[in-house]
């Protein structure tokens, strides 16, 4: 092995081991906190700083290639080239596990005609 190439690998060895240790030494602080301790490791909003995320001209047009095949104006059709029908069962089981644990009302109202 090259002599370069041997300490590139026994520096990034030891980064890691060093950021493994730091990320150990993190959890272990974190996991002493009582409530009172989290409460003063929060941050007001003020102290947080948001960068706004810019994404160029977002109006303009973009080519996109989609199949003969698809319809694109069913957006069904269109989003299942992204989800796999199996995640939709997947999706409702745990829709419907969520509103029985929260004791939702599932009953015909004048706001929800679901059912």
Do not use: H, W
């Not at 240790?21 to 003063?40: D, Q």
């Amino acid at each position: 092995m090259d002599p370069i190439e041997e300490l590139c690998s026994q520096t990034e060895a030891l980064d890691i081991k060093v950021k493994k240790k730091v990320k150990a030494e993190e959890v272990v602080r974190l996991t002493k906190l009582g409530l009172k301790g989290v409460m003063e490791e929060i941050k007001f909003i003020i102290d947080v700083l948001f960068e706004s995320l810019l994404l160029g001209d977002y109006r303009e047009s973009k080519m996109v290639n989609i199949l003969s095949n698809i319809n694109p104006i069913d957006s069904l059709v269109l989003l299942d080239l992204f989800i796999p029908l199996e995640m939709y069962a997947i999706i409702a089981e745990n829709t419907n596990l969520y509103v029985i644990t929260k004791n939702a009302p599932i009953t015909r109202s004048s706001i929800n005609t679901r059912y």
